[in-house]
């Protein structure tokens, strides 16, 4: 079992890279449905409370999560945004996810409370700015020290 958790651990951060990446573009799908109206649907007219605020909050977010950039915070605000979602437009329908049509709010909420812990993975530009940094920080203690 030891040697299947070594192989699956070693490629972890990608599947994470992979995994955020998928997760955010679907979410960009329901922020491009609202603000206009695309892949389905009609868009919500600008300004309606709460739907095209969520649209904005969803687009801004999405993009910001797809490409791993400030994934964390972006992931904190749209898990939020995802509860808010179920609380306010799902629970009061039925208690059962599956009842009051909120299985994608939840699902969604705890797939970014997932990348508020765990992180953007490798492939990601918080990732390529981080390593950057320890670099630059690397360097400058060297050079200190020499």
């Not at 079992?1 to 992979?18: C, E, F, Q």
């Not at 009609?42 to 994934?71: K, Q």
Request: aromatic letters at 14%.
């Amino acid at each position: 079992m030891s040697r299947l958790d070594s192989r699956l651990n070693a490629v972890t951060p990608t599947v994470l890279s992979l995994f955020r990446i998928v997760v955010g573009l679907l979410f960009i799908c329901h922020a491009t449905q609202k603000l206009l109206g695309w892949p389905t649907g009609p868009r919500v007219p600008v300004g309606t409370w709460p739907f095209w605020w969520a649209g904005i909050i969803e687009i801004v977010c999405g993009v910001l999560i797809t490409i791993g950039l400030f994934t964390r915070p972006a992931a904190f605000i749209v898990c939020g945004e995802m509860a808010f979602a179920y609380f306010t437009q799902h629970l009061p329908k039925d208690f059962w996810p599956l009842v009051n049509g909120g299985e994608l709010a939840v699902l969604y909420c705890f797939a970014f409370l997932l990348l508020v812990f765990a992180g953007p993975g490798w492939l990601a530009v918080d990732s390529v700015l981080g390593r950057r940094h320890r670099t630059d920080v690397a360097a400058v203690e060297t050079v200190e020290r020499g």
